[in-house]
């Protein structure tokens, strides 16, 4: 999809990866509806995307509400004469021992990072369905979509294999008509090791993020906008998998090789004979 004149959301476009991706659409002509659950940032954003010339607004959400994302996708319409991107970007992070992890944390992280993903899919992709026009979904995951790279983050790995399998479902049914991506960045210089400045109280309220989590994203993470050019690049390729840091191969080939190892030995005859179906065959 070339982006000159389309019309995107961003969600989490506050700060961070959003905040990369609405500017640089902005740059490449993107009118944009910023969405973020901090909406100070959110509108700094709105002025600095509006300096490019292209209609810039904020919108004020939490994504795990499938009530505000309705309100969100209705005021977008209205706002900006319909959408074409949408970019269900909006994730958090708390970090702890995988038997250390509590309810509140697994269940906020789920809320922002699964249920966020699938409520924007459910009510933009309904929407792009019936408008007929070309349109992209890019929902972020992460280097943690296809591995585990890190410890300390159980939950957070299991919310963004999530994105992942979201993502390829959504495909799976509607990819002849809407162009889905899945962005898997690795370490990006962020305020994510902040995100515990919104947790919401349900969950346990508010928490201070680690300084060393801060150092690390500083020293090692890639800036936002760079991102946000990848994700152009994405759109207009009409990429599924979009990637940050190419040495996450490994990654990928590590989990590929096991897998296709454990097959070899235990089935090195093949399927059974009453079993050869495949997924394709039942569908
Ligand atoms: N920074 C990294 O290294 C990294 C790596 C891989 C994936 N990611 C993913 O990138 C996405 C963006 O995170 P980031 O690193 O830019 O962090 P960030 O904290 O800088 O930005 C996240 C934004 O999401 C907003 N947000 C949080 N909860 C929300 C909610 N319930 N509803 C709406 N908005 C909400 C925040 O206000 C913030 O503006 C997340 O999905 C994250 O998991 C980040």
Known sequence: MDLEGRRAV????????GRGIA????RH??????ADVETDKAEAVVREAAANGVNARSFAIDV????????????A?????????LCNNAGVCASAAA?????GDFDWQFSVNVKGVFNGMREFVSRFVEQGTPAHVVNTGSHHSIGAPTKGVAAYVGTKHAVLGLTEAFRTEYGDRIDFSVLCPGIINTGIWDAGRNRPAEFGGRFEGSEFSKQALNSFGMRPERVGELVSNGIRNRDFFIWTHPQDIELIEKRYNECR?????????GPDEEHQMTPNDVT
């Open 23 to 26: 500017l640089t659409l902005a």
């Open 77 to 85: 319409w209205r706002e900006l004469g319909g959408i074409d991107i």
């Open 99 to 103: 038997l250390e992890i509590t309810d």
């Open 10 to 17: 961003v969600t989490g476009a506050g700060s961070g990866i």
């Open 29 to 34: 002509g993107v009118h944009v509806m910023v």
């Open 261 to 269: 190892e454990a097959i070899e030995r235990q089935w090195p005859n």
């Open 64 to 75: 795990s509400d499938p009530k505000q994302v309705a309100e969100l996708a209705d005021h």
